[in-house]
């Protein structure tokens, strides 16, 4: 039982006798005045302060004598001697009220000056209860929130940050969900994503870490334009250290994409099953899809094999199913008699098959298939984001985490590797960014010319005009992969993909696009979405606001093609006109280029994007 009543503002303002019984306060005035004595503590508040607070915009004639009657009130609900009168203004009691924001402060300042770690860890978890929502809810003063709720809300994450770093030693497991959430919550705050990647680290669980490491990084990147601080680098660090967490003979690694979509075509087979592969351009779609249709083919489990049809030069409405159609046909050897979709449906019906429709960019190539007769199957492989039709089961292929990124290109090596630098890491990071074309072009590189030595692959990997031609291999080709969606593009799109390629911005809005480009924001986002569809631009949103991303690879092709297409005149003015937007709109991003710069240069945080 406490000795003394509390006045609790960390979270919904409440007050609790000696007994712990909660007493109300429901006018909403003498809960500001409360709120307002509480967190002035033993300095008191000036009579002017609580009618400044009371009645913000202009006082009434009685304004002096309504607070008197506040406070006589407050004083018949808490007792006579709980407020006291100072000149000028009153004070709260702290002999008889107790205030939570001063026994979450008492409670740190202990935790911190404790040398029993365990002791630590009880006193920050006991000021972290103390936090019970957002401070002052059910206080309504605008005032009182802008002078104390950011100072309170800084107060918990201190508390946090302390629990945290002593859970971590005692149980990581435990500090991983709420920082888990404490991120999402900040998602600016370097030092609990430090946090966050510490528990993962030292929870065994180091893929995770790097992959969180790799979101901070790039939300800092988008929302900020910096580079992570020291302490996230790092934490960074100490998971690359840490050594791979042990796996079970039931715990073999990831499912490859290939598994879990044979075995949904087969579970789904009864009453035809009709599945979308989605993912960027070089993602490894097709090896997974081209990987099923084998193992399809060997265990003879369709009545006819498996027909693979390249979408992309078909039309991007309705005639193009009845198109589509005709080619599935042509490989099964049948000529339509009629209606070639009428024609497919009951050859499909009558010897199921798996189709897989390739290269898809547009739903109308595709939807006039659905729904997939009993026994058929149907794949269809977009780099679009929401394939369209809820018959289809999405299968969303994503970039490999950072861990098998460094583990993959060690390996390459015939002779065993020192650490690679940070630098290094940084920059396989920023620019392969876990594209699985990219790291296995570049691992057979690194297997065919053991002479490349680590410097020399970073080396090419920062220069934009080298980096394409490093990534061409025996059998990968990922200058021909990132081709392969911009020669399907309108000429418009084309055009608009080449110049923004010159945008060295980690990211951009439509509202600079525009400006670049030269067109209207309605036109400018309707090439965008054409760009986005083909997946060699990403999109996101930031709140609600849309923003854009080229990634580094396929910026390496625009300005490669843009060299021997676009007049250089043309290129320099659609980046003074981007600069122009940006520099209208100074909360864009942090730090807007200079002219005589390229972006990248001007921002001083990106050296590996200097063109």
Same mark, same amino acid.
């Given at each position: ?13 409440? #007050? ?20 307002? @004595? ?55 009691? @702290? ?11 008492? =409670?740190?300042?202990?935790?911190? =000056? ?26 309504? %003063?605008?005032? #009182? ?40 919550? =900040? ?15 030292? %929870? ?35 998971? #690359? ?56 083919? =060997? ?51 009558? %010897? ?53 990124? #460094?583990?993959? @290109? ?202």
């Amino acid at each position: 039982m406490p000795t003394r009543a509390i006045i609790e503002l960390l979270g919904v303002f409440r #007050l609790t006798d000696e007994d712990g019984v909660v007493v109300p306060v429901p006018q909403a005035q003498q809960r500001i005045v409360l709120a307002m @004595l509480a967190s002035a503590e033993e300095q008191g508040v000036a009579s002017d302060g609580l009618l400044d607070a009371l009645w913000p915009q202009e006082l009434p004639r009685s304004a002096r004598k309504t607070l008197h009657g506040y406070i006589a009130r407050l004083r018949r609900l808490l007792g006579a001697d709980s407020i006291l009168t100072r000149p000028g203004g009153y004070v709260l009691n @702290l002999e008889r009220y107790e205030v939570d924001v001063r026994l979450a402060r008492a =409670r740190i300042d202990a935790g911190r =000056r404790s040398a029993d770690p365990d002791e630590r860890l009880r006193l920050f978890t006991r000021a972290l209860d103390l936090f019970r929502g957002e401070p002052l809810e059910d206080v309504p %003063s605008e005032a #009182l929130h802008q002078a104390h709720a950011q100072v309170l809300g800084d107060l918990r994450l201190l508390a946090l940050e302390y629990w945290a770093r002593e859970q971590i030693r005692a149980d990581p497991a435990a500090a991983v969900g709420p920082l888990r959430e404490a991120s999402a919550e =900040r998602p600016h705050q370097e030092s609990l994503w430090a946090l966050f990647v510490e528990a993962l680290t030292a %929870s065994g669980r180091r893929a995770e870490a790097l992959d969180c490491y790799r979101r901070a990084r790039r939300l800092l990147l988008d929302d900020l334009g910096i580079e992570p601080g020291p302490a996230l680098r790092q934490a960074q660090e100490n998971a #690359l250290a840490a050594h791979p967490e042990p796996r079970s003979g039931a715990d073999e690694g990831p499912v490859r994409p290939e598994t879990l979509i044979t075995a949904s075509l087969t579970r789904r087979r009864a009453e035809g099953a009709a599945i979308a592969v989605v993912g960027p351009p070089g993602i490894g779609k097709s090896w997974a899809v081209n990987a099923v249709v084998h193992e399809v083919r =060997r265990s003879g489990a369709a009545g006819r094999p498996p027909v693979t049809v390249h979408a992309r030069n078909a039309e991007q409405d309705d005639r193009s199913a009845q198109e589509i159609a005709v080619r599935v046909l042509g490989a099964w050897g049948v000529e339509p008699g009629g209606e070639p979709l009428d024609d497919l449906r009951a050859e499909w019906a009558r %010897s199921p098959a798996l189709v897989v429709l390739d290269d898809v960019t547009h739903p109308a190539q595709y939807e006039g298939l659905l729904p997939v007769p009993p026994g058929g199957g149907l794949i269809v492989c977009t780099t679009m984001s929401r394939p369209a039709g809820r018959q289809l089961e999405v299968f969303e292929l994503r970039p490999y985490p950072l861990e098998q990124v #460094l583990d993959l @290109l060690i390996r390459a090596r015939a002779q065993p590797s020192p650490g690679l630098a940070e630098s290094a890491v940084r920059v396989f990071d920023a620019v392969l960014e876990g594209l699985p074309a990219a790291v296995h072009a570049l691992v057979e590189r690194i297997t065919d010319e053991p002479d490349l030595t680590w410097d020399e692959i970073v080396a090419l990997l920062r220069d934009p005009r080298r980096r394409l031609d490093l990534l061409t291999s025996r059998s990968i080709d990922v200058r021909a992969r990132l081709r392969a969606p911009y020669g399907r593009l309108q000429d418009p799109a084309r055009r608009a993909f080449r110049l923004l390629g010159w945008l060295d911005a980690h990211s951009f809005t439509d509202t600079v696009a525009s400006a670049a480009l030269d067109l209207s924001g309605s036109e400018t986002r309707g090439l965008l979405a054409e760009l986005a569809r083909s997946g060699l631009v990403r999109a996101d949103f930031r709140g609600d606001e849309r923003r854009y991303r080229i990634p580094q690879l396929a910026r390496s092709l625009a300005r490669e093609i843009s060299d021997y297409t676009d007049d250089r005149t043309l290129r320099d003015a659609a980046v003074r006109r981007a600069l122009r937007a940006w520099q209208s709109n100074p909360f864009a991003l942090p730090a807007p280029p200079t002219a005589s710069q390229p972006w990248g240069e001007s921002r001083g945080t990106r050296p590996l994007m200097l063109p």
